[in-house]
């Protein structure tokens, strides 16, 4: 680690009164100077009840954004402009208006994985977390569910009372884990468990000893008398999983499995984003609004 820049954020930090956050995908580095390391879930919760001034949001825009949705009056920087997430790019708000007109009376829960202006269009925001807890929650029996239709189709498959319609988007990361890899890693490592993420193909999930967010996989993984684990989420988690538990054995399922925006974030570009107060994330008010009634009411389900 290149301890130049660690000092640099450090007073860097303290003079602009920031709290550094960052998702597990991040890189190790980013990980280590972070305050506070989390899920999606994890991550809007922690930032929302925050003193600093100003939230660091090392993780893809969608996230950084939704820190600002919930937290209007804190400055919200993201070290990597075009750091983004190709499945929430798959969904447009004018494209969810339109979906929306083919399912009258339906409810729509959107993964968290979304624009600001989708989240707008939305009734309830769910995250990898907290997905079961609120759409089981939730009032309505039918439901428009997007961006990711492995989410959604793992959470429908548990929620059999509601009428659940899928958007088709996808990780593509995610769906570099193929069944075939899966059953032969399987047999490599036989004594292992097989812990993956829901944006995983069903095929995948349904090989699976457990299947959760990524703060969900390192809990298992702690909580579990087992002794070696196949992961099967992107590569980052791995940082924590083997921090957390150095008697353990852990096995990426492949060294492909990287999500390329999340490995933007470096620390000389927090030190830079920390330095110029660059780059603020803003929301017009009225999708702002909107958004947070959707996010607030994840919260609340989610409780
Ligand atoms: P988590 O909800 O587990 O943080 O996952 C977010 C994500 O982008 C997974 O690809
Ligand atoms: Fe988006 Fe997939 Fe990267 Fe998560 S891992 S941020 S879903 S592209």
Redesign the pocket.
Known sequence: MDVGFVERIKKLKQERDAVIVA??YQNDDVQAVADMVG???ALSKYCTGRKEKTIVFCGVDFMAESAKILSPEKTVLIPVLDAG?PMADMITAEQLIEFKKQYPGYAVATYI?SSAAVKAESDVIV???NALKVIRGMEEKNIIFGPDRNLGSFIAKQCPEKNIVLWNGF?PT?HKIKKEDVIKIKETYPNAELLV?P?CTPDVTGLADYAG???GIIDYAAASNSKEFIIGT?IGVMYQLKKNNPDKKFYIMSDELI?PNMKKTTLESIADCLEKGEHEISVPADVSEKAKKALDRMLELGK
């Open positions: 998702h597990m899920d999606s879930f997430c994985n995250t990898s977390s990780c995610h993420h944006e967010s990524t703060k992107e999500c």
